[in-house]
């Protein structure tokens, strides 16, 4: 083999390389990153999509991990694992987490932001935000009004009461918007409804 022949290959190797290198690499501006939806009973789907260059990614691990603050103020599920929430990636690019929990916590108000961050393969591809069905206590206050769900994590009336006026009127509400779409819509209240029918809950992790 000549000399310019070794070097194209050497060039077309490296190409390949680099090629194969960078699939793999999510990239937070293409991947999909909702804010975090949880309720008592775990039976909710929260779906992170990891893209790259190249397309969807297989075998990716996601990590959520939640913050100090955010960790300390919801209503954690016993034998909920937490502050990091792990999946990987199917051949779509999607993991799929079931996240026992309530509480809504809205990103743009923790005293130390971000309130989460998601990673995919290490790279950080999101910070969202918590919603939840179960978004008041029994007293009718919100995680980060010094909210005390007293041992039991529980969708109930005093939620329905609190999601009900953004509902009806159609009102932007960070804690309501359950789908993450930046609005509040009849596919909120799909996603509402049967928690409090079913008064979801759980035992409280002390």
Known sequence: MGRSSRLLLTLLVGALTASVSLAGVPDPDLSTVPNVIVN?????EYKVTVVGGDGPIDSALVQIVFSAETDGLLCWCTGQDHPVVEAFTDASGCAIFNIAAGGCIDS???ASPPAVEVFANSIKIGEPGVVSPDVVDPSGNRAQEGWDPDGT???SAGDAVEHTPAIVNATLSFCTDLNSDGEVSPGDAVLITPAIVDGSSCTQAL
Request: aromatic share 10%; glycine share 10%.
């Open 40 to 44: 008592p009973d775990g039976s909710f």
């Open 108 to 110: 743009s108000l923790v």
């Open 153 to 155: 994590c529980l969708v």
